[in-house]
C-alpha cells in the first residue's frame, strides 16, 4: 500500500512538472506573435494587415486568387530591398486598424491617410502617395453639390477619412452618415439607392469607375488631400518603419515606386 502511495505522488509530481513545463512553453510562444519578443529583424516574420477592397491599393485578383495593387507591391519591393520578411493579412480598413492597436498586427499599409489626429495613435512612414477624398453619386440622381444632401443619407466607410470629411460637414448641409465596413459595400449602398452619396478617395473612385465599370460619378473637387503612409503602433515597431523607410527611399529614387503607380495608372 505504502508503495503504490508513493508510485501515484511520484505521478503526480511528474504530471505537475510538465503541466509547468507546458505553461512557460505557451508563454513564450504567446509573446513571440506581433511585436517580437527577442527577435531580431533578420529572423522575424513581420505581420502586416491590408484592406481588402480598395483598388488599386489592394483587391483580390479573382484569377490568381491573390490580393494585388499598388501597396501590395510596394511592400513586396521595400521588403526585397531591405531583406524583410513579412506576412500580409487582407481583413479590411477598420480591422487592421484595430489589429495594430491590438498588437495582433506589426504594421499595415492600406492607402491610409498621414494625418495629425492618426498621429496621436500610430507612427508613420514617409509618404508614398497623395490623395483626397470626393462625392459620388448615382449619374441619375439629381445630387449636383454639396447643398443637394440636405435631409438625405450619406454612406461613409467606418474609421476612415471620408468619414471623417463627412462628420465634419454634416451639420453645415443637413445630411445623415450610414457606416459601411468596406468601399465595396459602401458603393453598393449608393448603386441601390439606400444611400444617396457617398465619400471616397478620389482615385480608388475613380479606379471602380473606369476599370471595374461602377456606374457612379465624381461630383466633387478633391479635399483634405493628404500623404498615404504605412503605420506602427505609436511607440512600437521603430525597428520596422525604419527599415520601410529606408526601403521606400530606395524605391523612390530608383524609379521603382514611380513603375508601381504607372502599372495602376496612377
Ligand atoms: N484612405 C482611407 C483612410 O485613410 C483608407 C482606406 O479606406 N483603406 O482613411
Known amino acids: 500500500m505504502k508503495k503504490l502511495f508513493a508510485l501515484i505522488l511520484v505521478i503526480a509530481m511528474i504530471a505537475s512538472v510538465a503541466a509547468l513545463a507546458g505553461c512557460s512553453n505557451s508563454g513564450q510562444t504567446a509573446e513571440t506573435t506581433a511585436d517580437g519578443g527577442n527577435d531580431t529583424a533578420a529572423d522575424k516574420t513581420y505581420i502586416i494587415y491590408s484592406d481588402n477592397a480598395y483598388a488599386p491599393f489592394e483587391y483580390l485578383d479573382e484569377a490568381s486568387g491573390n490580393y494585388v495593387g499598388v501597396d501590395m507591391d510596394i511592400m513586396a519591393a521595400v521588403a526585397e530591398d531591405q531583406g524583410i520578411k513579412y506576412e500580409i493579412h487582407n481583413e479590411g480598413f477598420d480591422a487592421s486598424m484595430g489589429a495594430v492597436q491590438s498588437g495582433q498586427a506589426d504594421a499595415m499599409i492600406a492607402g491610409m491617410t498621414i494625418t495629425d489626429e492618426r498621429k496621436e495613435t500610430y507612427d508613420f512612414s514617409e509618404a508614398y502617395f497623395d490623395d483626397g477624398q470626393v462625392i459620388v453619386t448615382k449619374p441619375d440622381s439629381g445630387i449636383a453639390s454639396l447643398e443637394d444632401l440636405k435631409g438625405k443619407t ?72 493628404k500623404g498615404y503612409g504605412f503605420a506602427v503602433k505609436k511607440g512600437e515597431n521603430a525597428e520596422l518603419l525604419e527599415l520601410f523607410d529606408k526601403g521606400l527611399a530606395n524605391i523612390k529614387a530608383n524609379g521603382k515606386l514611380a513603375e508601381i503607380l504607372a502599372k495602376y495608372g496612377l
Not at 454612406?155 to 460637414?169: D, F, L, M, P
Not at 468601399?183 to 452619396?197: H, I, K, P, R
Open 154 to 225: 450619406v454612406a461613409c466607410k467606418t474609421s476612415t477619412v471620408g468619414g471623417e470629411y463627412g462628420e465634419s460637414i454634416k451639420d453645415q448641409y443637413g445630411f445623415e452618415i450610414h457606416y459601411y465596413e468596406g468601399s465595396d459595400t459602401m458603393y453598393q449602398a449608393v448603386l441601390s439607392g439606400a444611400d444617396v452619396a457617398c465619400i471616397e478617395d478620389y482615385s480608388v473612385i475613380g479606379w471602380a469607375i473606369q476599370s471595374e465599370g461602377v456606374a457612379l460619378s465624381i461630383i466633387t473637387e478633391p479635399v483634405n488631400v
